[in-house]
C-alpha cells in the first residue's frame, strides 16, 4: 500500500520533518549551520522568469537575530511533502507507508561497488508516485550496473560471455555464481534463483514494452501507476541485494572493501537505454 504524497497527514510530516532535522545536526561535528545550510540550498530552486515575482519550491527561513543563520525546523515544517520525502530517502531515513527498507538497503550495496547506479537507483525510488514510467527505467538500468560490476570481477568474468541487455547479462551472472541447476546449486536454491531471474526478466520486459525507452504509439499504455512502479523497485533491490551479497561473500577477498570505488565504476553511456 502507497500515499499520495499529498495526501499524507499533517503528524506524519512534523515527525518526518522532526528526524530530518535531528539527522541532519548530528552529521558534523563542527560548522554545523554552515553544512546543514548548504545542504538545504541543494534542494532550493528559485524560477525568476517571471520579472514581477520569483518562485521558488520552497522557502528557507532565517532566524531573526544577527547571524541570520537558517531557521532548519520552520524551514522544514513548511516545506512541500514531496521535497520533504525526497531528503528523507536521501538521507537513508524510514519512511513507513512508502518504500520498505529494502529500496534503501540496495542504495547502500550500490554505494560500495558502482555510484553511479547508486544515483540512477535513488531517482527510481523518488520518481516512484511523481513519474512510475521513468522509476521503472531507472530501477532497470540500476539494477543492470550491479550485474556489470559483478562481470566485471577478473574472477567472475573467467566464466563470463559479457552479453548485452539485463536480461542475457543476469543469465550470464547466475552462470558465472554457479548459482545454476549444472553448476551443483541446491535444488531449492536453483529454483528460487531461477524465480529471480524471472524478475528480473520481467522488469526489463516492462522496460521494454510499458515505457517509452524505445518509442511508443499514441495509443500504447505506458507505466502510469505508481503500484507497479514501486513494485518494480522493490523487486530490483531484493534481486540486486541478493547477488551482491552473495558475490562478495564467495568471489571477493577479505581485503576487497579497500577497493577503490572508481575501479568498479560503471559509465552510465554503457547502460543501453
Not at 96 to 109: D, H, N, Q, S, W
Not at 117 to 135: H, K, L
Not at 144 to 165: F, H, N, Q, W, Y
Not at 237 to 243: E, K, N, R, S
Request: aromatic share 10%; net charge negative; proline share 3%.
Amino acid at each position: 500500500m502507497y500515499m499520495d504524497a499529498e495526501q499524507i497527514s499533517p503528524a506524519y510530516l512534523l515527525d518526518l520533518a522532526d528526524k530530518i532535522e535531528r539527522e541532519l545536526w548530528k552529521r558534523r561535528d563542527f560548522s554545523k549551520y554552515k553544512y546543514v545550510e548548504n545542504y538545504i540550498e541543494r534542494w532550493h530552486a528559485v524560477d525568476d522568469s517571471n520579472s514581477f515575482c520569483a518562485e521558488e519550491n520552497f522557502h528557507i527561513f532565517r532566524q531573526e537575530d544577527e547571524n541570520g543563520n537558517i531557521d532548519l525546523n520552520k524551514t522544514l515544517a513548511r516545506m512541500p511533502s514531496d521535497i520533504l520525502l525526497k531528503i528523507a530517502f536521501d538521507l537513508g531515513l524510514d519512511t513507513p507507508g512508502y518504500l520498505p527498507v529494502i529500496a534503501e538497503r540496495f542504495k547502500t550495496v550500490l554505494s560500495k561497488n558502482n555510484k553511479n547506479a547508486r544515483d540512477v537507483f535513488s531517482d527510481a525510488i523518488m520518481n516512484v508516485y511523481s513519474n512510475p514510467e521513468d522509476s521503472v527505467l531507472d530501477a532497470s538500468s540500476a539494477l543492470d550496473g550491479l550485474l556489470k560490476s559483478i562481470l566485471s570481477d577478473s574472477e567472475v568474468s573467467k566464466s563470463s560471455r559479457k552479453p548485452d541487455g539485463l536480461s542475457k547479462r543476469f543469465d550470464d551472472a547466475l552462470s558465472a555464481l554457479k548459482l545454476t541447476k549444472k553448476s551443483g546449486a541446491p535444488e531449492e536454491i536453483y529454483k528460487i534463483s531461477s524465480s529471480l531471474n524471472n524478475i528480473a526478466k520481467e522488469i526489463d520486459n516492462l522496460r521494454s514494452n510499458k515505457t517509452n525507452s524505445h518509442g511508443k504509439l499514441q495509443d500504447e499504455y505506458v507505466v502510469d501507476d505508481p503500484l507497479f512502479a514501486e513494485l518494480c523497485v522493490n523487486s530490483a533491490a531484493t534481486v540486486g541485494i541478493f547477488l551482491w551479497e552473495y558475490y562478495e561473500k564467495n568471489f571477493t577477498s577479505k581485503d576487497s572493501d579497500n577497493k577503490d570505488d572508481a575501479e568498479l565504476e560503471i559509465d552510465l553511456e554503457d547502460i543501453p537505454f
